[in-house]
């Protein structure tokens, strides 16, 4: 009989992947999906710095509105007092010196100077306060010619 050589049931040898040169599907989506990421994040800190100057430059603005919304608001309480009777009143007391018919306007005199009781016994002299008056004519010509007028 001739005899075979008898193939014995072994482990068989599962092929194997090679490591280092090729790169798998889901080792491309994770560089993808990083490379995405990083790019994501390097946009999202690039806006915030830029909103930086821009936050600074509101807030200024802000605190300058709310300071002339102020000054603004003082200044209608002032023109509203200013149009009243009462102001009106105070200051022809204090300012214009003016009374009320039946009252009598009392002026302190300072304690340091000497008030004579009796009016001195002076002469008035009439000064004129105005300038003499020149011709029309001569007004023109001096303004437009810069020069006095000739003689005539």
Do not use: H
């Amino acid at each position: 009989m001739t005899s075979q050589p008898s193939v014995t049931p072994g482990p068989e040898k599962l092929p194997q992947r090679k490591r280092g040169g090729q790169l798998s599907s889901i080792q491309i989506m994770f560089a993808a999906i990083l490379a995405i990421a990083l790019i994501l994040a390097i946009n999202f800190s690039s806006r915030i710095a830029a909103t930086q100057p821009l936050q600074q430059t509101y807030d200024e603005v802000r605190a300058e509105i709310d300071r002339l919304s102020a000054e603004q608001a003082s200044l209608i309480q002032e023109r509203d007092y200013v149009r009243s009777d009462a102001y009106v009143e105070a200051w022809a007391r204090d300012e214009g010196k003016m009374v009320r018919p039946g009252e009598v306007l009392v002026i302190p005199v300072p304690s340091a100077v000497d008030v004579d009781t009796t009016p001195p016994d002076t002469a008035f002299v009439e000064v004129e306060t105005s300038p003499p008056q020149s011709d029309p004519w001569v007004v023109w010509w001096e303004l437009f010619f810069d020069t006095p007028p000739p003689d005539l």
